[in-house]
């Protein structure tokens, strides 16, 4: 294979080549430009037929992307002559420009919206929702950080609720055990799909948040605010933690059953609740009879779990894995 596969540890870190002002929260200014990466074995798998040509249009959640953004480089190495550019406009934004035309696939972490499969009705736009690995929303504090080894999903809401805001404005307002430390929050943007899962899931009302934290379009600026304040507290997918475990510790989540960190097994047993999400690709049905959609398709089922592994994602289980191939047959026979 190619000499990106002596670069794995970095690999999701180069899939942000594909834009460097986009990430979790909306925006319209994607990137078109493929990350470095390795190709995964795909040994006992088949492959794409040879001669294809074109260009396969991607945008939607920056978590979504750096799976997707290996995909497109190995399979690019088979089939050269596809284009397979990944934006960033978060989950929200990607489903904008999905359900205009504008995209072929839409990248998501979270399920489709009603007011979002509405707007997609109403230009013809027909689709398939496909769920390609598993994420631990990974809650994040600095290294420097001795005292919030883990935290209930209430404290979490005592935080992040809207009525929090100008009020919770150190640790030790959350827990009279923490210190008078300033608490300095980081998160995504409201058209991210990562921020309606989070608040959906701890405030109890998808979209409601306290608005005086720093919320960014880019997940690499949570890393770095969360890194640099000793308040610091923010919150991503799992890959962005395993990228920066040199610089941010990874908070165990209490919802009721004891301190559970976020890891693989974790997510695909159930025990990491309720931060445990699946993360989703939405092909459109008339994208996906052109043989270079339908290809790229076939090669992300066949590969999925050396895909997964070589993007640091929590893969699907056997079941899921399964219902993925399904699912992307019954998309193409229909």
Do not use: H
């Not at 934006?87 to 839409?106: H, L, Q």
């Not at 059953?257 to 092909?283: D, H």
Request: glycine share 10%; hydrophobic share 35%.
């Amino acid at each position: 294979m190619t000499s990106g596969q002596r670069r794995l540890s970095a690999v999701a870190t180069a899939a942000f080549v594909v834009s460097l002002a986009a990430a979790c929260g909306g925006g319209g200014n994607s990137a078109a430009t493929s990350p470095e990466a390795s190709a995964p074995s795909s040994a006992g798998a088949s492959e794409p037929p040879a001669g294809l040509s074109g260009e396969i249009k991607i945008d939607g959640s920056s978590t979504v992307a750096p799976l997707i953004s290996v995909a497109s480089e190995a399979f690019g190495e088979e089939q050269p002559q596809v284009k397979v550019p990944v934006g960033t406009s978060g989950t929200g934004g990607g489903f904008e420009k999905f359900c205009a035309g504008e995209t072929d696939i839409s990248n998501a972490s979270r399920p489709i919206k009603d007011e979002e499969k509405t707007l997609c009705d109403g230009k013809g736009i027909k689709f398939t929702e496909l769920t390609v690995a598993t994420d631990a929303l990974t809650v994040v504090v600095p290294k420097e950080n001795t005292w919030a080894k883990c935290l209930t999903t209430a404290q979490l809401k005592k935080m992040w609720e809207p009525a929090a805001e100008g009020k919770v404005k150190t640790w030790k307002d959350v827990d009279a055990k923490f210190p008078a430390e300033a608490l300095k929050l980081y998160g995504p943007g409201a058209d991210s799909g990562t921020f309606d899962y989070f608040t959906d899931e701890i405030n109890g009302e998808e979209g409601a948040s306290r608005k005086d934290y720093s919320p960014s379009e880019n997940d690499n600026d949570i890393v770095n605010g969360v890194a640099g304040a000793k308040g610091g507290l923010g919150y991503f997918g799992f890959t962005y933690y395993e990228e920066n475990m040199d610089k941010l510790t990874a908070v165990e989540i209490d919802s009721g059953s004891g301190c559970v960190a976020p890891s693989v097994e974790a997510a695909q047993g159930g025990k990491y609740t309720p931060l445990a999400r699946s993360l989703f690709v939405y092909p459109s049905t008339a994208a996906v009879k052109r043989p270079e959609v339908a290809a790229f398709l076939d090669y992300l089922s066949a590969n999925i779990g050396s895909l997964a592994k070589e993007a640091k994602f929590i893969p699907l289980n056997a079941e899921q894995e399964a219902k993925l191939k399904s699912d992307i047959t019954a998309l193409k026979a229909g």
